[in-house]
């Protein structure tokens, strides 16, 4: 298994900033991925951190928005960017650690308000 | 229609009781299949992963598949308070890593 720490754990942020959000992981993982989950609802693919080229990211997803890079294989950040209230929710990372058998690891997530 | 439709409950059962959880699908090219745990607060948990039609057990915890049905089912035996929490059913093709969730149901077990 994988054991993955993300910082910050919670925010409390202004509408029209942005937070950056770090995900490290204690082990090289073939693969990364940074999820949203509303309250009380499931969790939804925001995008692919692909190390060092730019993330792939879901419908409904932009770069813009939300910026995420990946400068190595156990490290990866996500940035929400010009904040709204809608953007309150918990993000959560990932590694896939062995592509043989899908299995994912999740951190904990950074519960984020924006006021 | 979702991917993947999984019954929110919530689900309360006795300590001990036989708890069965749901997952039905629509992607025939989904190839692995995951449960996870989800405690309050807390990040999602793997519990159980298979990629073939049948039974994998672990434990008071058994997985069930059946791509035919496109269902998946999570078992879990003599149920505790330490159960109580919201299970998570996750599939994937397999080429891309993304996994796709179902809604999630919540458990509690009363003592």
């Known amino acids: 298994s994988a054991v993955i720490s993300q910082k910050p754990s919670r925010d409390i942020c202004q509408r029209g900033t942005s937070l950056t959000i770090q995900c490290q992981v204690d082990?090289?993982?073939?693969?990364m991925f940074w999820y949203r989950q509303q309250p009380g609802q499931s969790l939804t693919l925001i995008a692919t951190a692909n190390q060092g080229s730019e993330a792939t990211y879901e419908s409904g997803f932009v770069i813009d928005k939300f910026p995420i890079s990946r400068p190595n294989l156990t490290f990866s950040t996500l940035t929400v960017s010009n904040m709204s209230p809608e953007d309150s929710s918990i993000y959560l990372c990932?590694?896939?650690?062995?592509?043989?058998?899908?299995?994912?690891?999740f951190g904990p997530g950074t519960r984020l308000l924006v006021l | 229609q979702k991917e993947v439709e999984q019954d929110p409950g919530p689900l309360s059962v006795p300590e001990g009781a036989i708890v069965s959880l749901n997952c039905t699908y629509s992607n025939s090219a989904f190839q692995y299949f995951m449960w996870y745990r989800q405690y309050s607060r807390k990040g999602p948990e793997l519990l159980m992963y298979t990629y073939s039609s049948g039974n994998k057990e672990d434990g008071r915890f058994t997985a069930q598949v059946d791509k035919s049905s496109k269902y998946i089912s999570l078992f879990i035996r003599d149920s505790q308070p330490s159960d109580s929490a919201t299970y998570l059913c996750?599939?994937?093709?397999?080429?891309?890593?993304?996994?796709?969730f179902g809604q999630g149901t919540t458990l509690q077990v009363k003592p």
């Open positions: 082990s090289q993982v073939t693969m």
């Open positions: 990932s590694g896939l650690l062995n592509r043989a058998q899908e299995t994912q690891y």
């Open positions: 996750a599939m994937s093709e397999g080429n891309t890593g993304k996994l796709i």
